[in-house]
Structure formats: structure tokens, C-alpha cells
């Protein structure tokens, strides 16, 4: 009778040893996937960030090249054909728009049909329009 009651413990014994062996095997086995995911995650993550940076370095770029475009003075030479006036006038290039345009202080300039508008090729510096 003895040996069955220790032969029993000894069978629950090993299955004990048996069940704390898999579950250690099982968690070795989840931490090197745990860790392997961390390194994909953190190549993902660096791509992720790479694009994006990336994405906001372009679109800051082509925000400042279409603003320094915009903000080119110009010369602006307006000709009245039935009397031969000529006014001049600066204006920044963004804001020509057909025949009307606004200039550097601010004046809002609509032409005539009669009214000839001329822009000049060659650009002033704003440096030197803001020492006049």
C-alpha cells in the first residue's frame, strides 16, 4: 500500500518537475519573440519617424521656395495709351493677378481696358526698396 501511495507521488512529482520545465521553455521561448518583435517594432518605428521627417523636411521646403516666389518686388511700369502716362509702381510677384494687383504699401490697382500693364523682367531688392 505504501509503494502505490509513493509510487502515485512520485508520478505527481515528475509531472510537477515535467510542468515547471515546459512553462520555463515556454517562457524563454515568449521572450525571444518578445524581443525580436521589439526589434522589428523599433525598425518600423525608425522608418516611421525617417518618413514622416522626411514628408515635414519636403513640404517646409516647398512652403519657403513658394513663399520666397511669391515674394520677389517687382517693377510694375502702368501705361495710359490714350495720353502716354506712365506710372511706376513695386509689387511683390504674388500679388499680380491679371490686370489688377496690390501694391508694397498696400494700394489696390485695377487697370482700364485703355491702360497697358508692363512687369519688368528685373527684380529690385527688397533691401534696397526699404532704404527709399
Not at 45 to 61: C, D, E, K, N, Q
Not at 63 to 70: L, T, V
Request: hydrophobic share 40%; net charge positive; charged share 20%.
Amino acid at each position: 500500500m505504501i509503494t502505490k501511495i509513493l509510487f502515485t507521488a512520485l508520478i505527481i512529482l515528475a509531472a510537477l518537475v515535467f510542468m515547471r520545465h515546459k512553462s520555463s521553455q515556454i517562457r524563454r521561448q515568449e521572450l525571444q519573440r518578445e524581443a525580436q518583435q521589439k526589434g522589428k517594432n523599433r525598425t518600423a518605428m525608425f522608418v516611421a519617424i525617417a518618413f514622416v521627417s522626411l514628408t515635414l523636411a519636403t513640404s517646409a521646403g516647398l512652403y519657403y521656395s513658394h513663399w520666397q516666389e511669391a515674394h520677389r518686388i517687382f517693377t510694375v511700369q502702368i501705361i495710359n495709351t490714350l495720353n502716354g502716362n506712365q506710372q511706376l509702381f513695386h509689387v511683390y510677384q504674388g500679388d499680380i493677378n491679371g490686370r489688377r494687383f496690390r501694391t508694397i504699401d498696400g494700394r489696390q490697382i485695377n487697370l482700364s481696358d485703355s491702360e497697358r500693364m508692363e512687369v519688368q523682367e528685373h527684380n529690385i531688392d527688397s533691401n534696397e526698396y526699404q532704404s527709399r
